[in-house]
């Protein structure tokens, strides 16, 4: 399968049927549970009580065998009208190598989004593929979404929204447009001195040019936004507000 990395503490490992990619300290792991368990999907679902998270299908939380390292397994799933016929089928190198190297530019430049550790591609029917994505699980950190529909008392939806807004500038500073911008992709958490501090994912369709305006970005960025938060608000029958 051809790669779309450039980074050079990225191991990958071939295997019969596909192949793990990852950070060079779990990529072993990866592979041996792979091997074990037929996928990383499948492994995180059988864990005792794993916890499912968002997503177009469960998201599971389980921590890596002789290690303390917590982390999410998602199975990628297409979205939009040609969902039903695409499912999880991917033409290699599949979006899970874009979204590692997005993971750590966005990192680099000052973007607060999740830490993709790995995934794992496995060969399915006419050369297409079946992509895990791995990432660091960051505890304690909630969407926006369910800010919104009060299921996150401990966040004041006021701090919420200007967390939000703090990433929204950055994004217009760098030109980064998310164009699936939604209440279900932006993740608060506490940071330092408890303040709160609002995270991007579900990276691997951004797009950015340093030399665009940082007004159309943010234009770009908000008008996606508002329209996110008014199909929710209307999902909720109740008004963004700190009122609970």
């Known amino acids: 399968m051809k790669e779309a990395l450039n980074q050079p503490d990225i191991e990958t490992r071939v295997l019969p049927a596909g192949d793990v990619t990852g950070r060079p300290e779990i990529v072993g ?17 059988d864990r005792p009580q794993p916890r499912a ?3 177009r299908a469960p998201v599971f939380v389980a921590t890596l065998p002789e290690s303390d390292l917590t982390v999410v397994v998602r199975h990628a799933w297409h979205g939009g009208l040609l969902a039903p016929l695409t499912g999880d089928l991917f ?12 993971s750590r530019m966005l990192r680099d430049i000052g973007i607060p989004t999740v830490e993709v550790l790995g995934f794992a591609r496995y060969s399915a029917w006419l050369g297409l593929c079946r992509v895990d994505v791995v990432t660091r699980f960051i505890p ?3 969407d926006l979404g369910m800010v919104a529909a009060g299921l996150a008392p401990h966040i004041d939806l006021d701090d919420a929204l200007g967390a939000t807004l703090k990433l929204l500038i950055r994004l217009a500073e760098h030109g980064v447009i998310h164009p699936d911008l939604n209440v279900k992709n932006i993740l608060l958490r506490a940071a330092e001195r408890g303040a709160l501090e609002a995270l991007i994912i579900d990276i691997d369709v951004v797009r950015w040019d340093s030399a665009r305006p940082p007004s159309q970005t943010m234009r770009a960025n908000t008008t996606r936004l508002a329209r996110s938060m008014r199909k929710w608000r209307s999902q909720l029958a ?3 507000s700190t009122t609970r």
Request: hydrophobic share 35%; net charge positive.
């Open 29 to 45: 792991t990866l592979a041996g549970l792979v091997s074990s368990h037929g996928t990383l999907y499948e492994w995180a679902a």
């Open 53 to 55: 998270l968002r997503g």
């Open 91 to 102: 033409r290699a190198p599949t979006r899970a190598p874009t979204e590692m190297q997005y």
């Open 140 to 142: 304690d950190a909630h």
């Open 238 to 240: 109740r008004p963004w």
